[in-house]
């Protein structure tokens, strides 16, 4: 079976990156896949990085006549069996492209994100038409689907994004590594969180339970993983500011965006999730995959991850005294840290095991392809 994964976007974060790893799924169940997209963007880097075949196409944003021929004329030399589209905004090539060339090819969506616009006119309701199925990575992506674009209950299908638990295995993990690199002493506890620093991700939250917590328990460390984009360098700068503003720059560690997760996770010994409004939560998952407790938002995808108390513990939105009672009662039982942290590593094998998650994926397909 031959697939046309499809992503135009420049950017680089989750959906991009999920582009890449389902791309890669896919190869290792030896299928043929092909990538479209934009030239020089982080998505074709990485993708040739993994021996990734890619077609690129310079169509950024919706109208692009004059690409539409181009375009069919790569789907029709190729015979794709399939073409799964991570991006809604591909929705406006594709589909000219498709009906340019009377092509009855199946054609799929993958939603990743919220949107607040209802797309029910008569143009979206032509573009949405051409879909076969729309693949929502939560309940609440696949309700706002539902509720904003022109489609049927019936074509909108949950399918969660996957965690691979051979990468992902604590067992493999080196927790002193990351400990030794930053001088984290054996009996300091790591209290982590591994996020873009961007709005909405909770890190205003994190910093004031961290100085609540840092009062009553004097070996706490918090290490923080990742960076913020170019246009977003004064948010980040805002969140430096809060930790001196704190008194807590001995206690912070910033150390950037990072490639070896596995043992970030692993240095860790309890990990924040606080963000606002994620539609999934990728990073969460693969702590849990590590056998971490978390402390998660009870709000939107988080709540497809986290049974409270069981596999984790939730805590109000934004309500950052609440994130540091729960952040408190795993520093205070290690014993039911551990106990939570197997429970969650045993739902993530059960419900978002990318080997799993991929196997649904290709019942689809062959479904659809008959």
């Not at 702590?287 to 709540?303: F, I, Q, R, Y």
């Not at 934004?318 to 039911?336: F, G, H, V, W």
Request: with cysteine.
């Amino acid at each position: 079976m031959k697939i046309l994964y499809s992503c135009l976007s420049q950017s680089w974060g989750g959906l991009e990156m999920r582009t890449v790893q389902g791309s890669e799924q896919l190869l290792n169940k030896n299928f043929s896949v092909d990538i479209l997209c934009y030239p020089g963007s982080q998505i074709n880097i990485e993708a040739q990085a993994r021996s990734i075949n890619c077609i690129t196409l310079e169509a950024s944003g919706y109208f692009h006549p004059f690409k539409i021929t181009k375009l069919a004329k790569i789907i029709r030399n190729n015979s794709y069996d399939i073409i799964h589209t991570q991006f809604s905004k591909d929705l406006w090539i594709l589909v000219p492209s498709l009906k340019y060339l009377g092509s009855d090819v199946p054609l799929i969506l993958t939603k990743r994100m919220e949107s607040s616009v209802v797309k029910k006119d008569l143009l979206h309701k032509w573009l949405y038409k051409r879909l076969n199925y729309i693949l929502a990575i939560s309940k609440i992506i696949r309700k706002n689907v539902i509720k904003t674009c022109p489609v049927s209950e019936e074509k909108v299908i949950l399918h969660y994004n996957g965690v691979d638990l051979k990468k992902f295995d604590p067992s493999a993990a080196e927790r002193k590594r990351i400990r030794h690199e930053f001088n984290i002493k054996d009996d300091d506890i790591v209290i982590g969180m591994l996020a873009r620093i961007t709005y909405g991700k909770g890190y205003e939250e994190f910093l004031y339970a961290a100085k609540k917590l840092n009062e009553e328990f004097p070996n706490l460390k918090f290490l923080i993983a990742g960076d913020s984009g170019s246009d977003e360098k004064d948010n980040e700068e805002k969140i430096k500011k809060i930790v001196r503003d704190l008194y807590l720059t001995d206690k912070v560690i910033f150390i950037g965006f990072r490639k070896d997760t596995v043992d970030l996770l692993a240095a860790m010994d309890i990990f924040a999730f606080p963000s606002h409004a994620e539609s999934f939560g990728n990073a969460l998952v693969e702590a849990m995959a590590m056998e971490k407790p978390c402390v998660g938002t009870n709000s939107h995808g988080v709540l497809d991850i986290i049974e409270d108390c069981e596999t984790g513990y939730l805590f109000n939105k934004k309500d950052q005294d609440d994130l540091a009672a729960k952040i408190k009662l795993l520093i205070n039982s290690p014993e039911k840290g551990i106990e939570i942290g197997k429970a969650a590593r045993r739902r993530v094998i059960e419900r978002f095991n990318s080997e799993k998650q991929t196997e649904k994926l290709i019942e689809l397909y062959k479904k659809v392809a008959l």
